[in-house]
Every structure is written in structure tokens, then in C-alpha cells.
């Protein structure tokens, strides 16, 4: 490809600690047009972005390291218009609302398809006509949601969220590293 051809394509910063995952969604976003650049944590990230501040980012939440929230700040600090949407396979309410108040268009739960990923970036509002679950969520999600809830407020500190719920650190860490029970 030349030069004069990745200029007229919008740029993405694909930031995501799977390789695979972003071998493959890097390949797809490609053939949708973008010019993407990938990156494997947020130190990365953020490198790739100062050099070349991107139009567009793909940022996966959990990462070792820091948070892909903090990428999320210091991507709007660097560009206030650049359109970013967060991934993760650990979806919360408190991150999903943090993502967005950082400055997140959009928040999707893996797995989620370069197609998914491009209508995101499309999106400018919410949507009113989508479904309200009547369905209780189940306690293992409840509890999933609220202590994230508490890790969001202590900064990602862990032993503080242990010290708020009232539990060991090491318990609090063995249930950060299951998954909720979908609702």
C-alpha cells in the first residue's frame, strides 16, 4: 500500500493485551478502512498515541498493568475528539459508566465484532427503543457489580476495596478473578 493511501484513511490505535485477538480485529478494521496501529498495554498505547495522536482507538479494559481506563484519560487529554470505544470480557455497570465519563463513546462486552466496533464509533446518543431486562439480575452479577463499584471508588486500590467490603484481600482477588454469571 502506498503512502498517499494510508493518509486518506482514518487512523485507529488498537490496544488490547490478547495478540491473536488483535492480529485478527486488527486485519478486519483494515479491510473497513482504517490505518491501524496496535498495541499490547497501555505504557504502548499511549507512546503510539503521543507520536501520532489516532482519530479513532480500541481499548480493552483489563490489561496487566494499568487499567485501559487510564488510556482512556490520557487519549482525550492528548485529543479531545478522538472517538474511543472500550472492550472487555469482564463487563460492569461501574466501568461501563466510568469508560464513558472519561470520555468513551461506547462500551462493548467481548466478544465483540469489527462490525460492532464500527457502528460503535458511528454512534453519537444512546438508543431509547432498547429493551428493558425485567429479569432480576442474579446475586453472583449483584455482587460482581457492586464491588466493582467500590474498586472504581478506591482507584483500583485493592486493599482498600477488601478494607470497604469488610473482607480479606486475597478473597476479594479470587472473586475479581471469576466471571459473573451473565444476566
Known amino acids: 500500500m502506498n503512502d498517499a493511501n494510508a493518509a486518506d484513511k482514518p487512523s485507529l490505535l488498537l490496544v488490547d493485551d490478547d495478540v491473536t485477538f488483535c492480529q485478527v480485529l486488527s486485519a478486519a478494521l483494515e479491510r473497513r478502512g482504517f490505518t491501524v496501529h496496535v498495541a499490547h498495554s497501555v505504557s504502548q498505547g499511549l507512546t503510539a498515541a503521543e507520536a501520532d495522536p489516532p482519530e479513532y482507538a480500541v481499548v480493552d479494559l483489563k490489561m496487566p498493568g494499568p487499567s485501559g481506563l487510564e488510556l482512556v484519560k490520557k487519549l482525550k487529554e492528548l485529543d479531545a475528539h478522538t472517538r474511543i470505544v472500550v472492550l472487555t470480557g469482564y463487563a460492569s455497570i461501574a466501568t461501563a459508566v466510568e469508560a464513558i465519563k472519561l470520555g468513551a463513546i461506547h462500551y462493548l462486552a467481548k466478544p465483540a465484532d469489527a462490525d460492532e466496533i464500527v ?41 482498600e476495596t477488601a478494607r470497604r467490603l469488610g473482607m480479606h484481600r486475597r478473597t476479594l482477588q479470587r472473586k475479581l478473578a471469576k466471571r459473573p454469571a451473565r444476566a
Open 119 to 159: 457502528a460503535a464509533f458511528q454512534r453519537d446518543s444512546g438508543n431509547a427503543t432498547v429493551a428493558v431486562e425485567t429479569k432480576p439480575l442474579p446475586l453472583s452479577r449483584l455482587e460482581w457489580e457492586h464491588i466493582q463499584k467500590v474498586l472504581t471508588e478506591c482507584g483500583g486500590n485493592i486493599s
